[in-house]
Antibody, heavy 120, light 109 residues
Framework: EVQLVESGGGLAQPGGSVRLSCAAS????????MSWVRQAPGKGLEWVSG????????HYADSVKGRFTISRDDSKNTLYLQMNSLSAEDTAVYYC?????????????WGQGILVTVSP | SYVLTQPPSVSVAPGKTAEITCGGN??????VQWYQQKPGQAPVLVIS???DRPSGIPERFSGSNSGNTATLTISRVEGGDEADYYC????????????FGGGTKLTVL
């Protein structure tokens, strides 16, 4: 059974940084691309970033490009999202999601999500 | 950037058929996914590649995609189908970015 468990969320200061982690199990992590998707309170889903199965290719939404960095540690079966220069607009539940062999594939499994709140 | 447009809400009586649309410029040339999200829960993939149902998704869920509109159809609607539904595509024009529609709240009357 695929399991994705996010951690690292909480309260952050405007201009501050947070690193999210997503521990993966139940599948061969190195085989699959991964994405982060966020959902602001009461709002819809927003794709944030994706990384290829090898980690060689990364992609970002315009809203986070230059501030967020996605990465993966295949030895730990873990996906990361380093979030810098945070603003109130980054307040959201962040989901990690499993894709297919390449980034541009359906997101077929999702974690339970982790809340990041940016506030003074 | 690519934009997907969904109606904010759709209402349907139990046992009837619900259709949720997703509009986008020449969306028929892209593969469309549909996700179901119930309150307080993570999204669940219900349709991939326009019309494929992942394992465990009831046959009552189906999808189509042509021209400028993709459609999620839910037959014989049940109370448990009440949820938010999001369409999604990958925009590969230049870079590779995920795009979600604004979501449609399905209400079962």
């Amino acid at each position: 059974e695929v399991q994705l468990v996010e951690s690292g969320g909480g309260l952050a200061q405007p201009g501050g940084s947070v690193r999210l982690s997503c521990a993966a199990s139940g599948f061969i992590f190195t085989t699959y691309a991964m994405s982060w998707v966020r959902q602001a309170p009461g709002k819809g889903l927003e794709w944030v970033s994706g990384i290829s199965n090898s980690g060689a290719a990364t992609h970002y939404a315009d809203s986070v490009k230059g501030r967020f960095t996605i990465s993966r540690d295949d030895s730990k079966n873990t996906l990361y999202l380093q979030m810098n220069s945070l603003s109130a607009e980054d307040t959201a539940v962040y989901y990690c999601a499993k894709g297919g062999a390449v980034i541009v594939t359906p997101l077929d499994s999702w974690g339970q999500g982790i809340l990041v709140t940016v506030s003074p | 950037s690519y934009v997907l447009t969904q109606p904010p809400s759709v209402s349907v009586a139990p046992g009837k058929t619900a259709e949720i649309t997703c509009g986008g410029n020449n969306i028929g040339s892209k593969s469309v996914q549909w996700y179901q999200q119930k309150p307080g829960q993570a999204p669940v993939l219900v349709i991939s590649y326009d019309s494929d149902r992942p394992s465990g998704i009831p046959e009552r869920f189906s999808g189509s995609n042509s021209g400028n509109t993709a459609t999620l159809t839910i037959s014989r609607v049940e109370g448990g189908d009440e949820a938010d539904y999001y369409c999604q595509v990958w925009d590969i024009n230049g870079d590779r970015r995920g795009v979600f529609g604004g979501g449609t709240k399905l209400t079962v009357l």
